[in-house]
């Protein structure tokens, strides 16, 4: 049984690895319960204390993934048409890995500015806003569900 949870742990941590960079699964949330999962396993790896810890970095991580690019898009000057571009770009460029990845969101932040208002060098500089405010978010989620995957793995290293 401990086996059968290291295995579904593994993969739960996984898989909020690639919900990271996916819209729509929640990666950090889905990382910890990677950890959760653990727990049950006959001698639990972890302290209260320390799943505690994750859960307040997951929730944490999980708002400023939304906030971050809403004050990246503001910063720059922009608008929400930009940040519904953004998240339809990444959609679309997850059909066209790895430069979809990158420039599809980019590309739709700056088609959704062009729609809200027509002038160019004011749509680029909020595009340029909405897409830095995703590359960090999405920074902030691989970093918190690389660490969980590293606590996740390490109990099996000793």
Do not use: H
């Amino acid at each position: 049984m401990d086996t059968f949870l290291q295995i579904l742990g593994a993969l739960l941590v996984l898989g909020g690895i690639i919900g990271s960079v996916l819209p729509f699964l929640p990666g950090p949330p889905l990382a910890y319960v990677g950890l959760l999962v653990q727990q049950l396993k006959s001698d639990p790896p972890y302290t209260i204390k320390f799943l505690l810890i994750w859960a307040a970095i997951t929730i944490v991580v999980s708002v400023l993934d939304y906030l971050v690019p809403l004050y990246g898009t503001k910063k720059f000057g922009g608008s929400k048409y930009g940040m519904w571009g953004c998240t339809i770009g990444l959609i679309v460029g997850l059909f066209f890995p790895p430069w979809g990845l990158i420039a599809g969101p980019f590309i739709g932040a700056f088609v959704g500015e062009l729609v809200a208002n027509n002038q160019s060098d004011l749509a680029l500089r909020a595009a340029f806003g909405s897409f830095i405010g995703f590359l960090f978010g999405t920074l902030l989620k691989l970093v918190a569900c690389f660490m969980m995957g590293w606590y996740l793995i390490k109990p099996w290293l000793q």
